[in-house]
């Protein structure tokens, strides 16, 4: 059982290059959640999803897509990025209807756009 | 709309108790928790509290939380150097898809 998992550890971009983060949980969650961590600011929800085939904007949405195709896979694109987009990226996931709700972090990803 | 804040920093001894706070805003949140970040990984939840809760102990690790204003803490007894991490606390609110706001996270170095 190996939780959250996230590909690649790290990256370097150049600015307009395009990448695709890829998060796999095996724990069968419902919900799955991208977010960035950027100094002194705490995690940011860019996107989320509530179930495969499904994925809705959060807080910090702008020059990111995402995809939902399985389940268990919960795919963060950034089609032309930025500097902006330096940041460290989290996925996380969680089962609805459990006590205490708690959502479970994969690694990370660092990402840093030149 | 919702804001989590908390200290920047705290630095204890090693042996010493370490209390680190955190205010909400959102009187609506269902559970507040708090998760450790050490250098490098992703963040591991170490405990968490139900709102109609005034305090949760767990080993070393004391939580309380103050309703009326909107107050949370966490103690950890007997501070060790492999504390030192950063500590995030976050609250849930009644929303759909079980958001959960970040506060900006206490660094918290331990010295022996």
């Known amino acids: 059982n190996a939780g959250v998992t996230q590909t690649p550890k790290f990256r370097v971009l150049k600015t307009g290059q395009s990448m695709t983060l890829l998060c796999a949980q095996d724990?069968?969650?419902?919900?799955m959640y991208w977010y960035r961590q950027d100094p002194g600011m705490g995690l940011r929800l860019i996107h989320y999803?509530?179930?495969?085939?499904?994925?809705a904007k959060g807080e910090v949405p702008d020059g990111y897509n995402v995809s939902r195709l399985k389940k268990q896979n919960f795919l963060l694109g950034l089609e032309s990025a930025a500097p902006s987009q330096t940041s460290v990226y989290f996925c996380?996931?969680?089962?609805?209807?459990?006590?205490?709700?708690?959502?479970?972090f994969g690694p990370g990803t660092r990402l840093l756009v030149l | 709309g919702e804001d989590v804040e908390q200290s920047l920093f705290l630095s204890v001894r090693e042996g010493d108790s370490s209390v680190i706070n955190c205010t909400y805003t959102?009187?609506?949140?269902?559970?507040l928790y708090w998760y450790k970040q050490e250098p490098g990984a992703g963040l591991q939840l170490l405990t968490y509290?139900?709102?109609?809760?005034d305090m949760k102990q767990d080993q070393r690790l004391t939580v309380l939380l103050n309703k009326k204003d909107k107050h949370l803490s966490l103690r950890i007894a007997d501070t060790q150097t492999g504390d030192s991490a950063i500590y995030f606390c976050?609250?849930?609110?009644?929303?759909?898809?079980?958001?959960?706001?970040f506060g900006t996270g206490t660094r918290l170095l331990v010295s022996p």
């Open positions: 996380a996931s969680t089962q609805p209807g459990r006590v205490g709700e708690t959502q479970y």
């Open positions: 724990m069968n969650h419902e919900y």
């Open positions: 999803s509530v179930g495969e085939g499904t994925t």
């Open positions: 959102d009187s609506s949140s269902t559970y």
């Open positions: 509290i139900f709102s109609n809760m």
């Open positions: 976050a609250e849930s609110t009644n929303t759909g898809f079980q958001k959960l706001v």
